[in-house]
């Protein structure tokens, strides 16, 4: 090689042998050209890739999937063996040539654990409730129509129905179809579960029936009115400032008859649920656990935690079970089992004490088939009868009440009441 035609190796072949003629750098003529060779190749074929709208990863993601044989299916540890990469480096890859559209092939992976990723992500970030709800709209039930039958047993012929909290709107249809003379107005603060719910105003159904996005923490009776039904399904449970949605929600009722139907969770029936998810969304902040381990631990673990199946019963019939059910999809529902920023747990103490702090005054409980198991029991003297509970005959109605809500435990309370004076 003439001096002209010494390339980089040379070079620096010499400038070693000038500085430390001690050293033999002979090994790097070699090794530096193999890394110099395999840059150009890299280099020449990435432009040649270019032309075909492909990068040198992408191309190397495919090739590896093809020479995999029919069906053409890999899972990314098998891809991870054999790249060299870091399994992040991995995912990326797959996100990125999946988002190129190369459909033919098929990634075997578990969404339901990328999803969980996601949510670590999410978890770090502040996140309140209403950014929660917005980024997840609560999923649509394919609830059945007759949702709101058996409130025609609470009110016949209401004029004006509020229901506050309706997010994609399913039971404001239910509410539409069993009311069908009344104007109802459904309001949300989570603007896309409104946009949601818009649609289904294409149902003629539904020509009294107009949604709008509202916090239930701001005034409500200034824009919307009075009305003689309001229906709060779910959400007085997920307000932090409750007592205020309360005072607002009791200006907005139209007088002292007109009732007001409540739902909130059960803090002795949930204890295990509110446990679980408490410890889960620990783990999916702290622990530093690969995909695969993660999802080991959420599918196999059988550690009885109490009368609950552990992790994998919680996964299975909470976040399984009501995926497969829910018009948006297990995001969603992961999302409202796992990260929900804020979820109060009621008794029937604090229920009493929520009305009478705020003026109102109880009513009585709804009792639905499907409720039978998991709500207030129907019949208090039946339930202290059946399980053979000793109380004198003067003893006041609310201490049965609590002593039925200590034994049975409530999951949920779904109830009716009325402003007081
Ligand atoms: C668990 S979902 C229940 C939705 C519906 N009632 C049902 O049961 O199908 C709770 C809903 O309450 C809404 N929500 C929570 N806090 C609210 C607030 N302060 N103002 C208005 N909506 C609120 C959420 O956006 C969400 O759509």
Known sequence: MTSQHRDSVERLLSEWGRERPDLNPSPVA???????????????????????????EAFSLIVTLRRSGKPYQLRPTDILRESLLTSGAVTNRIDRVEKMGFSYFRLIRNTKCKGIFKFKQILKSDMNSQTFYQKFPYPLFPKPIDWAKPLLHEIQNPKRILHAGCAT?????????????????????????VDLAKQLLTDP???????????????????????????????????????????????????????????VYGAYGRATIARIQQACKLIIDS???????????????????????????????????LSQKMRLGWESSMADA?????????????????????NFRFGNFIHRAQSKAVG??????????????????????????????LLSAPKEYEFICYRSN
Not at 41 to 50: D, F, H, K, M
């Open 287 to 321: 622990s530093s656990l690969t995909e695969e381990e993660l999802r080991a631990l959420l599918y196999s673990t059988s550690t009885k935690i109490g009368t609950f199946d552990g992790l994998r019963g919680f996964v299975k019939k909470i976040i399984i079970n």
């Open 205 to 263: 159904k539904l020509k009294n029936t107009k949604f709008f996005v509202h916090d239930l923490t701001e005034p409500i009776v200034e824009k919307y009115g009075q009305f003689d039904f309001i229906v709060s399904y779910g959400v007085l449970h997920h307000i932090e400032r409750v007592n205020n949605a309360m005072q607002n929600l009791r200006a907005a009722l139209k007088d002292e008859q007109s009732p007001f139907l409540i739902f």
């Open 376 to 405: 207030f029991p129907q019949h208090i003297d039946e339930f202290l009868l059946k399980n053979k509970i000793p109380m004198n005959e003067n003893v006041s109605n609310n201490i049965k009440m609590k002593v039925c809500d």
């Open 30 to 56: 070699i090794q530096g050209r193999i890394v110099r060779l395999s840059a150009h190749l890299l280099r020449q074929t990435e432009s040649y890739l270019a032309d075909l709208g492909l990068g040198w």
């Open 338 to 358: 796992l990260i929900n920023p804020y979820v109060m747990y009621y008794t029937l103490d604090s229920i009493q004490d929520l009305l009478a702090r705020n």
């Open 169 to 193: 709107g399913s039971q404001t249809k239910s509410l539409a179809y069993t009311f069908p003379e009344a104007e109802i107005i459904g309001i949300d603060f989570s603007n896309t579960s």
